[in-house]
């Protein structure tokens, strides 16, 4: 019987297999818009299946739309879907297509798709990701004040570097203005270096040499917040196949051992 | 007496002098074929000596060929071997040579053979590195559900980053399509930095900026992963303090234990 | 009752409303000031708004000067200030702008005001990022000698290194100098990478191949060190099960112990 | 008294007045003529200085030879040192400048005199340095096998991937042979990224995104091996300050505690 309660189970939850189905159906949907989006964008493919791409992004618009009216009539709270993160993003998908039967070049927009993949999260988080899931993000949130802090002074060495750069190469060797040479900064010290813009002056090659070696060992300093407050968490492994001690209680009896370390008393 | 029984022992097995020397002789006979594999891609090199490098991969394939027919002729079970990983390898290694006499350009397969080198591994496990290896693989396997939710979470970036710098720069400053700007988005996130492409407008030197930063950041997460997982792994502290059971000579009596917990005796 | 105490209070400390309304509106200048520098060295700005940045820093240095001169004025160790690090910066901060007026090009060091945006460090100090901040300094600070002797070696590295490949490649293919090939071999090892000058010949692109493999290698070691050290600083572990007394409500019993160690109460 | 007991104490030890004055004069002279031979190396300073660095050369030449047969002669064994390791830098530091009396162009070789430098660890050997160099080589010592493990499958990687890369790619696209292209691989895997030879087919760019991400997850390797090894060598916090109870001797007590938490006694 598909009343309105069973549809907005199926709709909202993910815990029976009718609305996991549905969520997988939706997830390849959106899967689908997405390529299509991102294929649509290669020249060359445009050109030779633009009008497929057009009707697939139309019949694709068509699914979504349906989705976003039933989410609205299914919810108990309509005003809060629509305010909530997934309702404007939900709206965003499908704004562009209709948009561009009025303007033009709004149909890039429909790449905001993208964010309704974040939507996977939701089926992850039943199954066997959950617990891990929430390990990095509560390692994470820990070191949230910490990685201010780093990022903080990473963004202080930055202004100066970019600075002193801009006055020791100067707008000859490409370093144009501060900003610029902020941003050739960043390049350096996260050792991306795109070798876009480069020092050509020794001294200027000196200082760069010194915002590298920076670069190099501070990265051990995010590296190591993280790690100590992942350590931190970790389940002990000794403590993961514990018994207690049917005799004196003890809580520390670990697989393999024949005797309590504590009173002597057998262990079955 | 070289019995077949001896002799699939002698090919199967490493654990004595004999099956050591036929391993050994193996590992040499397979770099030599990939070495010549690899001087035989390079021009100058193959214009002087291309006659003694096709002579060298006909012996090479010769005598592959002879060891791959004695391993199915000298296995209890010929199918399992032929369907197995290094079974198909080691097909794989002979074929192309034997393709080339009809069909040109069929010679680059052969550089297959390198593959064949992770026999290497089967060697290593018998020596010192056989519970190092475990101590990588297990670290490795334990932190595998959190290294997928970290890259799935990469190519999310990516995905979204690519399509932003894709409209900000667009075609004109090199980001042609929404795969490249994706490509492009990998190079950086990763702090690889080709600089093949690279953001020319102040928007998209920004965007980069933040893309750098969060690469530069985030490599903490599996870092801190890996990590904590080996650390976790690593013989407890509390072990160092050992003390062997005067009655069973148990060897893992650690500080504080009143009774072995194998035999039950009271420790002094 | 704005008497000279009270004054100093506002401008020295930071812990009640007043003083620290004095100090937020200062970071707002001064960051108004880094903010006009840095635009200001833009071209285009520059040719369009160049006037109107002109006068802004004659304002911010106008309110700098006065600040500066009520520093003096109200520390009870006017020289102390004056000596110290903040006070050569704020006289440096307003200096280039007067100088500017008698010699040209001077205004460039007035960039030289970033360096008091690290007078949020004060503020910060006061609020939760006070345990952080010093949390990753004695991190740091207990690592340095490691540090130190980690950048001796990859110095050492460096200078062995760029003469080998100053020896290999030569000015021909870019390696000028001595001095060049270590600035590229510091680009190398710290995985940076800019690509103005690269390998040409076998030879150096297999020492070039060392010296990366090298440098994503011991990248390990900075990283170890600050992990390992701040995961000794972590919270440990065994206060997780922490209970508290019954008798003096001592919130630190933990797991195994027997009395409470403030006390003596028995533990149940 | 400067008998040649007292001289070969003063050039072989370093652990009074004198002799550390001697090593830290010799110090300064190997610094001077690697400087030397560094700015020899500009064009511009030597076609200015070129004589001066002559004239220099000659003297530390001089010196170094005085010092190397005063070594052979203070030693009670000659020719261990003449065939130890910096027996035979000491010699090949001062051979180079002789030769270039006979042959021409042997003088870059006096670079190597950098590897004297090296000396400086028996310095620093004495001070703080010591344990902390311990430290990390201990660590290192202790990871090597695991490395090594690590490093063979980087290679193995590189191997594969580089001849994957030629047969996409091709020598059109800049990788011309498998020893290029494995040049290639290392510059990306290792996230260098020069930027010299990039993919440049989609096909390409896609298994570059592939070595990207593996070269950027891999990392995690090499710093948990010896992050972990760190950690598990440092000393535990808590054991900093313990002290023995004096009525039962459990060996737990730590700074602040009033009462043994095994037998309630009192803590003085």
């Known amino acids: ?125 039943l199954g066997r990701y959950l617990a891990e899931a929430d390990f990095i993000g509560d390692s994470l949130k820990a070191s949230a004040a910490k990685i201010q802090l780093f990022l903080f002074s990473v963004l202080t060495i930055v202004l100066i570097m970019g600075t002193v750069m801009f006055v ?15 941003y050739w900064a960043i390049v350096t010290l996260t050792t991306v270096g795109f070798g876009d813009i480069t020092p050509s002056t020794p001294l200027g090659q000196f200082m760069a040499s010194v915002i590298m070696l920076l670069g190099y060992a501070i990265i051990a300093v995010p590296t190591g917040i993280v790690t100590a407050e992942m350590a931190k968490r970790k389940t002990p492994r000794h403590y993961e196949f514990l018994k207690s001690c049917t005799h004196c209680s003890f809580e520390g009896i670990e697989l393999g051992d024949s005797y309590c370390r504590k009173c002597g008393t057998k262990v079955d």
């Open 168 to 182: 020791i190469e100067g707008p000859e060797h490409g370093f144009t203005s501060i900003p610029v040479s902020m």
């Open 1 to 125: 019987m598909l009343d309105k309660k069973r549809l907005a189970h199926i709709v909202f939850e993910s815990n029976d297999r009718v609305s996991r189905l549905f969520d997988i159906v939706l997830l390849i949907l959106i899967f689908g818009s997405v390529t299509v989006a991102i294929l649509d964008s290669v020249q060359s493919l445009k050109d030779e299946y633009g009008q497929t791409f057009y009707y697939l992004e139309l019949g694709f618009t068509f699914l979504f739309t349906i989705e976003y009216i039933l989410r609205i009539w299914l919810t108990t709270k309509p005003y809060k879907y629509i305010s909530s993160f997934f309702g404007i993003v939900d709206l965003l998908a499908i704004l562009p297509v209709y948009l561009s039967f009025f303007v033009a070049n709004t149909q890039l927009l429909s790449v905001i798709r993208a964010l309704r993949l974040l939507r996977i999260v939701r089926i992850l988080k």
